[in-house]
């Protein structure tokens, strides 16, 4: 299984320096996405984000902000499956939904 792990500030920076290593682990095994530590959620990581999940299956393991931004974006399911709660589960800062 591959793991990825995303940083704390997902940004465009971020995004660029992750697009290879999820090229990489397409079609390999099982990839899991590690989010717990994202704080700042961007649009550029989470269009890979929905990309990786469409492409590959992946599973997404969210912080409460990643989790927060997809219920503000509307892509909980997209990007979590089935039964993933759509509520904000805190109030998300200007400066963490970074889209």
């Known amino acids: 299984?591959?793991?990825l792990v995303l940083p704390a500030r997902c940004d465009r920076a971020a995004a660029e320096a992750l697009w290879?290593?999820?090229?990489?682990?397409?079609g390999g095994d099982e990839?899991?996405?590690?989010?717990?530590?994202?704080?700042?959620?961007g649009q550029a990581v989470l269009q890979?984000?929905?990309s990786a999940r469409r492409?590959?299956?992946?599973?997404?393991?969210?912080?409460?902000v990643l989790r927060d931004v997809a219920?503000?974006?509307?892509l909980c399911t997209e990007l979590f499956g089935e039964g993933a709660g759509t509520e904000?589960?805190?109030e998300v800062a200007p400066e963490d939904a970074v889209l």
Request: glycine share 8%.
């Open 71 to 74: 219920a503000l974006t509307g």
């Open 1 to 3: 299984m591959t793991t």
């Open 48 to 50: 890979l984000l929905v």
């Open 55 to 64: 492409s590959a299956g992946a599973t997404i393991v969210p912080s409460p």
């Open 20 to 26: 290879p290593e999820m090229v990489a682990a397409i």
């Open 31 to 41: 990839m899991t996405i590690d989010g717990t530590a994202v704080e700042q959620m």
């Open 88 to 90: 904000l589960r805190q």
